[in-house]
């Protein structure tokens, strides 16, 4: 049929045209290989940048980390690294189990109300559960006044403390955990759950020999996912007081002006990034390996009553009411004492800086996603699929790191154009990139690259390539196929990842401290600069915007997940 699709074609003169679509075909290929290039190369540079200026450093300055601060920076990380796997496992596995496999009544709301703490970036939560718990706080302040108790006949634990951090990232993390899980759990078949049933276990039992082994890849995925956020975070560690790899990295080009002890941190903790990055790549191709026993038919829910529905429901609605709930009344509560105007001049300023910063980000992001998505579409192969790769590193690496090694070379370059340009034209140019948005734009595009592209590439695997093939055999070009087939059919999974990237770059906070412009301030360093002040109301002002704001995705996903039980 093919064949005489393409001779009518032929008949009616679309061979006329032949040459030119050909050639057109030729150079959008070439754009998209270039563009691919031009974008892998972007998010690489911060990476080899760190290296090297890591290398330039003196062996002086690596001794003296060695000796003085590096082992507790280590230390203090896998702390908090270990805390947070454990405690995400445990919650998010847990609770997608017992919503997925079991029915117990409010399961239905809990489903969807167990990712919404997604929405807070762990520095938020910080603040608020600080004032709660803190001794200024509402609880020990009743706790005194309750018992007459001074301030030392009594032991309370401190919130801001290792525990304290980790038990932060473990309340807005644990949902990458319960989302991948829920989602293994989903494709779990009935005919090896029946199994283990006739085998004589209970559905405890099933979980631990049947579900679980089948749902490790996914749930090991999403703990290292979890992990990677918990080493890229800043504001709420330097609020706890707690020293790790990025507060480390932080304080030495900012508070010391030691470039090269900042570089070389940054470059300890890019191993370590890169390394966890490696394990979630071997983890997403162990879960597509581990599908065994998938079926139409989806096993049947048990029916829970009775102390276990109690039980369950308890053991799901605490992460909601402790990630989500309360978080959202302590901030309200606060922002009703603050004196902060979120509609005067300064903070309609704060607003429109972070709306500019995502939007162009987003957008930049997002482009350059679907050219390196459509260069592996068009043209699939191993340059196209090692760009994409290259391209997504950028997720697994902090934020600080991205910061300092887009600061080594776009500095240099500053200076050289500003030097050449005094000298010639006895003009001078000033930071033509460090200076303005652009740098801290492209360190958002490193950071959340990852994201768009695997977003619009997951829109694009729906689409069968036998849509391109019609589309060519019509005389339509690789542009063609891409603004009038691809974009109009995948819009809304173009629209997502903006929206994704848009909520991202909104409460990033480390590339931003290291990377902003002078005095061009986001809703995330106000709020970070009042924490650091000890005013807490006032940052319960800016943090619930960034909630606000960062709910939108979260109730895509909710919506996501409700029709797909």
Partial sequence: MGCHLWQCLRIIGVHNFESVDLLNS??????????????????????????????????????????????????????????????????????????????????????????????????????????????????????RSL??????????????????????????????????ARSAFLRESATANLAARSLGRNATGAFWFVSLPIARPAIAGGVLLAVMETIADF????????????????????????????????????????????????????????????????????????????????????????????????????????????????????ITNSIVLASIAAIATVFLAVVLASYKRFQPGRLAKTSANIARVGYAVPGGVIAIGLLVPFALLDNKIDAFAEAYFNL??????????????????????????????GGLATMNTSIESVSRSLGTSSTGILFRVHLPILKTSVLTALLIVFVD??????????????????????????????????AAVPSLVIVAIGLLPVILLCNRLSKTD
């Fill in 26 to 143: 030729t150079r959008t290929d070439r754009v998209l290989k270039w563009g691919a290039l031009t974008a892998a190369g972007l998010c690489l540079l911060p990476m080899v940048a760190v290296v090297f200026a890591s290398i330039a450093g003196t062996t002086e300055t690596l001794q003296h980390l060695a000796n003085t601060v590096l082992a507790r920076y280590t230390l203090t990380t896998l702390y908090l690294v270990v805390i947070v796997a454990i405690g995400t496992t445990v919650i998010g596995t847990g609770a997608a189990w017992l919503v997925t496999m079991t029915r117990f009544p409010g399961r239905a709301v809990l489903e969807v109300m167990l990712a919404l703490p997604f929405a807070f970036p762990a520095y938020v939560i910080g603040y608020a559960y600080t004032d709660f718990l803190d001794h200024p706080g509402a609880v020990q302040t009743l706790l």
């Fill in 505 to 538: 770059v909104m409460k990033e906070l480390p590339a931003t401290l290291i990377m902003r412009p002078f005095n061009f301030d986001t809703l995330a360093v106000q709020a970070h600069r009042l924490a650091s002040d000890e005013r807490l109301a006032g």
């Fill in 428 to 457: 001078d140019t000033g930071l033509l990139f460090t200076g303005t948005i652009t740098v801290l734009v492209l360190a958002y595009m490193v950071r959340f690259m990852a994201g768009a592209l695997n977003t619009y590439e």
């Fill in 147 to 180: 018992t007459g108790w001074g301030p030392r006949d009594y032991w309370f634990p401190e919130i801001r403390s290792i525990g304290g951090a980790g038990l932060m990232f473990i309340l807005v993390l644990y949902p990458y955990v319960y989302l991948l």
């Fill in 235 to 350: 504001g709420t560690v330097s609020y706890f007081g707690i020293q790790t790899f990025a507060t480390g990295i932080y304080t030495s080009w900012f508070s010391f002006a030691d470039r090269a002890g900042a570089a070389q941190l940054a470059f300890c903790l890019l191993i370590f990034a890169l390394c966890l990055a490696i394990l979630e790549q071997i983890q997403r191709g162990a879960a597509r390996n581990h599908s065994a026993g998938q079926q139409e038919k989806r096993p049947k829910k048990a029916q829970l009553s009775g102390w276990r529905a109690f039980a369950a429901f308890t053991f799901c609605a605490v992460p909601v009411l402790l990630g989500f709930v309360l978080p959202i009344i302590l901030l309200f509560t606060m922002s009703l004492e603050s004196e902060q105007n979120l509609f005067s001049d300064r903070y309609l300023g704060f």
